[in-house]
């Protein structure tokens, strides 16, 4: 059998130039096998999309490699009826995406509720600097709102990472007689976008929606390994998903018991929205958070306080230090040069509109890496509590919180391409 020893940072045979991603590692980390990439451009099932209705792409039976698999698709607003200014997509572009799923088969592999605020928090991981008036970020749309007014009727066309988890390794669909299907809702247009028209009624639409990836040409050696380990009951692809809790907040005080039991979850994310915002054509917003006057914060899981001495200094912290460091380092997986430019964020610049995502880091190592697995803190236990607490200085007004738990799960594949969903 032909195995080539690779260290982990040699991905590439100097010799030939192939890839040998970190996926396709079996057994020891430093054991790797050849492939060939071959891109392929996925069409969805129909040419155009309204707001309100669903995408589905399917991939068929291949060996599916979607390291940097992307979706493109062309956007366009129509004004309302009687318009104003404007009409046009929020920023970021992904916000028209109210929830996403993946099956493998019938088997629900992935599925996240209220995707386009998560995607919005995410969002902030950019350096402000990266979001100039001329600049278009490719994985988020356009944020100048100037020019998101001037090019939203003009069918531009977008690129965008899902930053789905499971659609990001490999998956040897060819083996297993399945095919990969993606479902994206797209939010209705008062939802998503936005406008000062009097009455607004825009429109929006997609077409020619794309799945973009790489199919995989393996050699015999690897193909029979894979072969034994399906039929072994062995072979397991781990991955990472999101799931999503919201409750409404009015007052001094804010707790409510998180419903996620996941043998591991990593990162919790919580937002604080302005109730007046939510389905409102207001610009930003999914990114218009409430002004904050947070006096402490913390998570209870399983009567530990995470950070163990409750954060009781946020009263003093005017410029949110605090809130974006920790939210840089919880975003270190997506962001774009935080480490040199957090105190820039565009999102948490002080001011009258002091707005912030609380962030925990709850993994036990940074490494995100699939060697690291195991990496959290467990709430499936019989008697697990998850509490999310936030005070203020001064009584609330209704607002809502959003809150996302990011979980290890793994898809376990079994002979005959039976897939059992663990986490």
């Avoid at 392929?40 to 390291?67: A, E, L």
């Avoid at 490719?138 to 930053?163: C, K, M, P, W």
């Avoid at 639409?205 to 973009?212: D, G």
């Avoid at 692809?237 to 919201?246: K, L, M, Q």
Wanted: proline share 4%; aromatic share 12%; hydrophobic share 35%.
């Amino acid at each position: 059998m032909n195995i080539e020893t690779k260290s982990a940072l040699e991905l590439v045979d100097p010799d030939v130039k192939e890839l040998i991603p970190r996926d396709y590692w079996l057994g020891k980390p430093d054991i790797a096998l050849k492939g060939k990439r071959q891109p392929v451009r996925q069409r969805s099932d129909i040419s155009s999309y309204q707001g309100g209705s669903k995408i589905n792409i399917t991939v068929p039976p291949v060996m599916y490699y979607g390291k940097n698999a992307k979706l493109t698709f062309n956007g366009n607003v129509t004004p309302s009826t009687v318009p104003g200014t404007y009409d046009s997509f929020q920023f970021p572009i992904q916000t028209i995406f109210s929830r996403v799923r993946v099956y493998v088969g019938s088997d629900l592999v992935e599925d996240i509720e209220s995707y386009d605020a998560l995607v919005a928090a995410m969002s902030q991981s950019w350096a402000s600097t990266l979001k100039g008036d001329s600049k278009f970020n490719f994985d988020e749309g356009i944020a100048d709102q100037t020019l998101r007014h001037l090019y939203s009727g003009n069918n531009l066309r977008y690129s965008v990472d899902l930053r789905l988890d499971s659609l990001n390794g490999f998956l040897p669909l060819e083996f297993m007689g399945k095919a990969l299907r993606i479902e994206l809702t797209l939010n209705r247009p008062a939802d998503c976008l936005e406008s000062d028209a009097a009455a607004p009624d825009a429109t929006d639409e997609l077409t020619e929606v794309y799945l973009e990836y790489h199919k995989m040409t393996l050699n015999q050696d690897f193909r029979k390994m894979l072969i034994d380990s399906i039929n072994a009951g062995t072979y397991v692809v781990p991955y990472t998903s999101w799931a999503h809790f919201e409750n409404q907040w009015s007052g001094n005080a804010f707790q409510t018991e998180i419903p996620s039991r996941y043998r591991n979850i990593l990162r919790f994310l919580g937002m604080q929205r302005e109730a007046t915002a939510i389905g409102s054509w207001q610009l930003d917003s999914f990114t218009r958070y409430a002004i904050i006057n947070y006096t402490s914060l913390s998570l209870k899981i399983n009567n530990v306080l995470y950070p163990e001495d409750k954060n009781t200094s946020l009263a003093s912290d005017p410029f949110q230090s605090t809130l974006a460091r920790d939210y840089n380092v919880v975003m270190n997986k997506w962001s774009k040069s935080l480490a040199r430019q957090g105190d820039s964020l565009q999102y948490f610049d002080p001011g009258p509109l002091e707005r912030a995502i609380v962030a925990f880091d709850l993994r036990e190592d940074v490494d995100d890496a699939h060697e690291v697995y195991a990496n959290g803190v467990d709430t499936s236990r019989a008697g697990s509590s998850y509490v999310f607490q936030l005070t203020s200085s001064v009584a609330e007004p209704q607002t809502q919180i959003n809150t996302y738990t990011q979980y290890e799960s793994t898809m376990k594949i079994t002979a005959g391409g039976n897939v059992e969903i663990v986490y």
